[in-house]
């Protein structure tokens, strides 16, 4: 058991579900035993990820090529309370048969919980759609949940910036009138 904000990325040259397999012979869960095993144990999850799915090709011709995700991010509830908005992308290989991982941690300047305030005034600009449209039509990839929590956040973050371009900062002019 670790109290500290801990994540690990890397190679671990094992997939946690089937979807994480395209092609050769069909897999055998019972090889990710050990390592889904490790995970529960150390009370880690996956940080998801952004981009292409798989990060590792055998390289074969067509009809037998194998795809396959063996590389990822995990951490454990400490690192996602200390540093929620670590993202991990998937780029191209450059000289490997695996992608690079990205990671990112966007600094949080204010430790204050700031909540989102939506204002009803927005879905009558004829530019909110749009943005809602594109933002979520984003592919993240990850369980049912992070998908979810990471188009929140993202929508949640592009929203701000929109409704300031829009409107201005609405919050400060009532401060300015007290």
Sequence with gaps: MCTMPWCIIGYFNVISSTEE???GVPYQMSESLDFLSMM???ELVGLGFY?????WSNGKGPGSIVWK????GLANDN????FPTTTISHLAAASSDHSLLLMEIHGQ????????RF????????????LVQNVWNKRVEGNAMWVFHQKLKALS???RKWSRIQYGNIFQKPKEYE
């Design 157 to 159: 973050q592009a929203l």
């Design 79 to 82: 690192w996602l309370v200390s």
């Design 69 to 72: 995700r063996l590389d990822r």
């Design 119 to 130: 204002l009803d005034n927005w879905t009558e600009n004829d530019s909110f759609l749009s």
């Design 21 to 23: 397999k395209i092609g």
């Design 109 to 116: 300047y204010d430790q204050a919980k700031k909540y989102f």
């Design 40 to 42: 529960e144990d150390c």
């Design 51 to 55: 981009g292409p799915r798989y990060t």
